[in-house]
């Protein structure tokens, strides 16, 4: 059985910084596709960023420069390191594996977690 299990969210004020973390267990994320999405009130979810088994990253426009997408394979965790926050950035966090190699795109992920709340505020 496949689990993921998010944390590290929070309430932070802009230009502030949180990592995420996502424990995961029943594969390796070594050989997954992992990736980060978010989605905030009344608007569609959006994946954040994505890093496949041969370790190529993307990340979305918003948050390049910001976000670090990282994985731990001894620890089977997956992390997102989120800098200069910004209050657009408020939104659930879920992390998402699929056992396709090369996390392509239009990937429609089958595992989930259950998420984080990420709250930007002053």
């Known amino acids: 059985q496949v689990y993921l299990v998010e944390s590290g969210g929070g309430s932070v004020q802009p230009g502030g910084t949180l990592r995420l973390s996502c424990a995961a267990s029943?594969?390796?994320?070594?050989?997954?596709?992992m990736g980060w999405f978010r989605q905030a009130p009344g608007k569609e979810r959006e994946g954040v960023s994505s890093?496949?088994?041969?370790?190529?990253?993307t990340y979305a426009d918003s948050v390049k420069g910001r976000f670090t997408i990282s994985k731990d394979n001894a620890k089977n965790t997956l992390y997102l390191q989120m800098n200069s926050l910004k209050p657009e950035d408020t939104a659930m966090y879920y992390c998402?594996?699929?056992?396709?190699?090369?996390?392509?795109?239009?990937?429609?992920?089958?595992?989930w977690g259950q998420g984080t709340q990420v709250t930007v505020s002053s």
């Open positions: 998402a594996a699929d056992p396709n190699r090369f996390c392509s795109s239009g990937l429609q992920y089958d595992h």
């Open positions: 029943g594969f390796t994320v070594r050989s997954y596709c």
């Open positions: 890093i496949n088994m041969y370790g190529r990253i």
